[in-house]
Nanobody, 124 residues
């Protein structure tokens, strides 16, 4: 069973950048596909990006393509979300999630393990 801890959130001005990290422990990290999701204030949780076990496949929500980049370092058991050209509508709690022996997935209901979330606030 893997445990996930997100970090790197904060307050940033529109147009700025942040890098979120999702550190894993307690499992064989390279057997897990990992996704990032976010929950804006007053809204449902939504898919942001996902990465395959090896890192060779990445997928993104249309709203973040070209601005956010997901990557992973299996030696460090960490997945990253580089967030560039941030917009106020990117304001949300960001969560990482993992599922063992899986390909990339868009559906949050299919992930088994979740972090506690990290707040990202983008001011206009």
């Amino acid at each position: 069973q893997v445990q996930l801890v997100e970090s790197g959130g904060g307050l940033v001005q529109a147009g700025g950048s942040l890098r979120l990290s999702c550190a894993a422990s307690g499992g064989t990290f390279n057997t897990y596909a990992v996704g990032w999701f976010r929950q804006p204030p007053g809204k449902d949780r939504e898919f942001v990006a996902a990465i395959s076990r090896s890192g060779s496949t990445t997928v993104y929500a249309d709203s973040v393509k070209g601005r956010l980049i997901i990557s992973r370092d299996n030696a460090k058991s960490t997945v990253y979300l580089q967030m560039n050209k941030l917009k106020p509508e990117d304001t949300a709690v960001y969560y990482c999630a993992a599922k063992e022996r899986s390909t990339v997935m868009y559906d949050d209901r299919r992930y088994d393990y979740w972090g506690q979330g990290t707040q990202v606030t983008v001011s206009s």
